[in-house]
């Protein structure tokens, strides 16, 4: 613990993002995730936020950032007498279902080790997952993004990405900032809180198959977190064109439980993952919009202390430091759709070798992701992203197993997807998506040290993808 | 005492917003910084050649196509995706204001454009077609295309949003008896001429 306290203390980037703030105070100013709660709530076609779903327009972004409250719905309301509103809700509320089906096949079956056979070669899901949002406003600068997800995997029912956000509109004419907006924002997965497309929460691949084979080296930031912490951050939007974050996770796992009490925390050495007191996350980026098209440029980052399981309070802790680039590009024509979405994430990890985890002292995490799409009408159209992920050898963190495991010790996973969709509505997605894997963790043939190849987890995946 | 900083940044931030300049918050401003800007820009300039400039619209046009947003009775696909739900829930008054804000900004210059193109939709403009039965534009958009009343301001428009509406007019998904008759008989080669020297200037 005092080892983390201390080396957080040093993680004081205040004068760069001083200079940061300063600079966009000196800038003058210039011409200036999916849901059909959020259509019912503010009258607009999906279109308006979003190019095909859950890729996000300029508009959309500014809803999210501006809280999920702009509604053009009758509202139920009350006043004080000095005449501020009290309460405004919504007549109906914002509610939608999404619902996600899906078929995978494998290019080479699963060994079926109880029985010396193999397994199926085609999974099918009905559903992949299924959901209930509440999206939209609460109060009059107070709203949501809530989504419970059933899960084929535990025949459950549990939180998903949820996103709880203050926002409010300032004005710095003097300094060249007519128009700023500042927030806060509750959510339980690093990035889930971002409006680009290029940060991991709302990332490509937007859907993918959870009957396949997962390479399970991912950094901290890269989904890990999701929905087992909590964070309280703040942001500002200035000029349409800086975003900054800073924002701080704690753990808040569901399902777990204090062994002595059997209530639901203070967590223990019996849950895994424990982040050890808060794990700063932040985010810089700039936007510019020019007729059709939309650049960014942003960075972001994490760093957490975690326990392992089995490991109490007081033991050792890894410590990983993420720093992610990104950039993203749309031009959104009246026929024509096209992106690019550009994420590169290195993680630096300091492994406490006492806490029977890793072999190394400090390991390398390195993944890249690059993707193009492009739509017809928002009605035809594909993705194609090549995806690498490169890591340390570690043969504590990665050993010989069939099928998940690595008998070269690395993560190293590589390849591409290629996605084609079609939308005869624009809330619904029928999609066929081809992953194929150039390497898997760490070698293109006998990865597994059990017969395995990279190709053999090649995935043909075909969905459908709806909200309503 | 030592200030860190970046609280001490934040701070000054927070605190300067309260007393920042007193922004005007009639609630039409309000809604046009908050809503409106993101497409049409918070000066009535568009962001996207996808949606119109508004600044130095006439008012009474303006006002006229908000309330057939409000009401439905425009109904092309962008005015449905977009407009019915940003409208639905404004008043008489709020609409109002809100034209008349718009109609004070300062018209955007036109953008540049192929001088063929230019001349001859300004010829069809000025003196309209007489082998097809097109009058001139310019006997209700006026001389230099800055409208008059109910008849909007033209000149220096966005031209796919310019063409866009000619050919929702000839399709009648923009319903409008006078503008049917008149773009159904243009042809594509016709309109993006037109759209060409109104958007120049």
Sequence with gaps: MATTMSSMRQWRPHAFLLLVIIAAFLLAPRAADATPGFARQTGVACEACHTVFPELTPFGRLFKLNGYVFSNVRQLQDINVNRETTLALAEAAPLSVQLEASNTTLSKRIPDAAVNDASQKNATQFPQALSLFYTGKIADNLGAFLQLTWSPATNSVGIDNSDLRFADHGTFPSVGVPDFIYGLTLNNNPTSQDVWNSTPAWGYPFITTVAGVNNDAKTQIDGTLAQTSAGLGGYLWINNHLYLEVTGYRSAQTGTKNSVTGNVGPLDSTTANRINGVAPYWRVGWEQDWQRNSFFIGTFGLRDATHPAGIGENGPADTFTDYGFDAQYQYIGDNHIFSIYATWIHEHQDRNTANGTAANATDRLDTARLTGSYFYNRKIGGSVQIFSTTGTSDPGLFVAAPVIGSAAGKPDTQGAIFELDYLPWLNTKLGVQYTAFRKFNGATSNYDGFGRNASDNNTLFVFVWTAF | ?201
């Design chain 2, 1 to 201: 005492m030592t200030l860190h900083p970046l609280p001490a940044a934040l701070a000054a931030l927070f605190l300067g917003t309260v007393a920042a300049e007193a922004a005007d918050n009639s609630a039409a401003l309000d809604l046009i910084r908050r809503e409106c800007s993101t497409c049409h820009g918070a000066q009535g300039v568009s962001v996207s050649p996808t949606f119109p400039n508004l600044a130095g619209q006439t008012p009474q046009y303006l006002g006229a196509q908000l309330r057939a947003f409000r009401d439905h009775s425009r109904a092309d696909p962008h005015a449905q995706a977009f407009m019915w739900g940003m409208a639905a829930q404004l008043t008489d008054d709020t609409i109002k204001e809100m034209a008349d804000y718009f109609a004070k900004q300062p018209a955007p210059r036109g953008a540049s454009a192929d001088k063929g193109e230019v001349a001859a939709g300004e010829k069809i403009y000025q003196e309209g077609v007489e082998k097809q039965d097109v009058p001139s534009c310019m006997s209700c958009h006026g001389d230099k295309a800055q409208g008059n009343e109910l008849f909007p301001r033209l000149a220096g428009q966005r031209r796919s949003y310019l063409e866009k509406q000619l050919e929702a007019f000839s399709t009648e998904l923009r319903a409008n008896e006078i503008m049917h008759e008149n773009a159904k008989k243009l042809s594509a080669r016709q309109i993006s001429d037109i759209a060409a020297y109104l958007s120049s200037l």
